[in-house]
């Protein structure tokens, strides 16, 4: 999130990379369970998979899912920074909100982004947005025509572990 173009024979290719801040009282395996997230995009060649594996790292998961973005006919979220987003995988359908903070007007790659999740939260933020009175589920406002399809992103997501 957000959005951006990119594809390299009709496949996005992108790396996320997540860093959690870990203090020395923690134990080396120990994930921290309260912390801060930072996640870096970048580009990376279609053969980073071949490459991985030379250098010992083995697939350690592999989740596919399918994100389907929703704004208005005039895109007053997008036009916003507001990401609204379904998330379907095997199991569940999950409504995502990713919005700029108040007041952040910066449009670097380091920009501060607040997720919310669940209907209450999500209803809450997009009632400053859009006209959402007497309304309380995300689903009807596109029952109602209020929200539309904008794009449907299929990920096949690998994660790798390398030995050390």
Same mark, same amino acid.
């Given at each position: 999130w957000p959005l951006r173009p990119g594809t390299n024979?009709?496949?996005?290719?992108?790396v996320y990379v997540k860093f959690y801040v870990v203090t020395q009282s923690m134990a080396a395996a120990e994930l921290p369970t309260c912390c801060r997230e930072v996640e870096r995009k970048f580009k990376v060649p279609p053969d980073i998979q071949r490459r991985l594996l030379a250098l010992g790292a083995r697939l350690v998961s592999r989740k596919t899912f399918v994100d389907t973005y929703y704004?208005? !006919?005039d895109y007053i979220l997008c036009l916003r920074d507001h990401w609204l987003r379904l998330r379907g995988d095997d199991n569940r359908n999950t409504w995502e909100l990713k919005h700029r903070k108040q007041g952040d007007v910066s449009c670097g790659p380091a920009s501060a982004y607040?997720? !919310?999740r669940g209907d209450s939260q999500i209803m809450a933020t997009l009632g400053e947005v859009l006209q959402t009175e007497g309304v309380?589920?995300?689903d009807d406002?596109?029952?109602d025509g209020t929200?539309? !399809?904008l794009a449907v992103i299929k990920t096949d997501r690998k994660t790798y572990r390398t030995p050390g």
């Open positions: 024979g009709g496949t996005v290719n992108a704004d208005t !006919e607040r997720e !919310e309380s589920r995300v406002l596109v029952a929200l539309r !399809e």
